[in-house]
Nanobody
Framework: QVTLVESGGGLVQPGGSLRLSCTTS????????MAWYRQAPGKERQLVAS???????NYADSVKGRFTISRDNAKNTVFLQMNSLTPEDTAVYYC????????????????WGQGTQVTVSS
């Protein structure tokens, strides 16, 4: 069983910072590609940031320069440091894990956390 547990969400003021954490279990973390998604009310879930097992980074244009994704393989944890937050960042943030297939013929497996609410408001 693979589980992802997010933490660190909450209420912050515009311009503030927040650090999200996602700890996984039931998988060999260092082999997985990890990402953070978010979904605001009435909008599609969108990719915020990703980091591959090899450390390749990708960010949504809307968060470049403000958010930083990182991982600590020893702790089976991926982080999302969010700075200069704006009300537009308000959303449920989801941790995502893609486990590589054991063979070429097999398919990768995707896993999602339950989400953590981030609210940016005065």
């Amino acid at each position: 069983q693979v589980t992802l547990v997010e933490s660190g969400g909450g209420l912050v003021q515009p311009g503030g910072s927040l650090r999200l954490s996602c700890t996984t279990s039931g998988t060999i973390f260092k082999f997985n590609d990890m990402a953070w998604y978010r979904q605001a009310p009435g909008k599609e879930r969108q990719l915020v940031a990703s980091i591959t097992s090899g450390g390749r980074l990708n960010y949504a244009d809307s968060v470049k320069g403000r958010f930083t994704i990182s991982r600590d393989n020893a702790k089976n944890t991926v982080f999302l440091q969010m700075n200069s937050l704006t009300p537009e960042d308000t959303a449920v943030y989801y941790c995502f894990c893609r486990r590589p297939p054991p063979t070429i013929e097999a398919s990768a497996r995707d896993y999602w956390g339950q989400g953590t609410q981030v609210t940016v408001s005065s």
